[in-house]
């Protein structure tokens, strides 16, 4: 093998090394599903979507955004239901999105010390899944709507009035 085909190699194989550990960087809804699933506990939120009440105190907001009310889903029937409807979701998207993002509704779980968050806007289709500062997008259908509604409903949270 000539010296051109060896160090080609070689630079391929870094350069997909570092794809690979760039795209490791990003959190996505699969790597997740097991952390949701281990969680003890999913905090469910009902968000203001309003631009004009977008919270810039992160220790008060949701990833920006003003939190109405939040419930802490312990039922491990209720987590179930819960998890399993957002990723049936995911499943039937077509990869349909729209350009708003007008969150209603988030999610936030824990389990081996590291901490998921989901914001999802119903209106566009779309999840924003983050752990830390990584963050990546996924499309959805409205299907979860009803059950996280359905959540936040039962334990009395406000929903934030539909446009």
Known sequence: MSRFHLGLGVLTLVLAT???????????????????????AIEVYSLDPSDDKKEVDPSKGFHGWKILGKTTVKDAKVRKKLI?????????????????????????????????????????????FSVGDAMTTETTTRSPQKVLDEVLTTAGVPLAPKR
């Not at 795209?23 to 969680?39: G, M, N, Q, V, Y």
């Not at 995911?90 to 209603?104: N, Q, V, W």
């Open 18 to 40: 570092r794809a690979t550990s760039l795209a490791d960087d990003k959190p996505t809804s699969k790597d997740l599903k097991a952390l949701f699933e281990k969680a003890e």
């Open 84 to 128: 399993e409807a957002v990723y049936k979701g995911l499943a039937e998207s077509d990869g349909t999105a729209a350009k708003c993002f007008t969150p209603r509704h988030g999610l936030r779980a824990t389990a081996d010390g590291k901490t998921a968050d989901v914001v999802i806007c119903f209106e566009c289709l779309q999840m924003q």
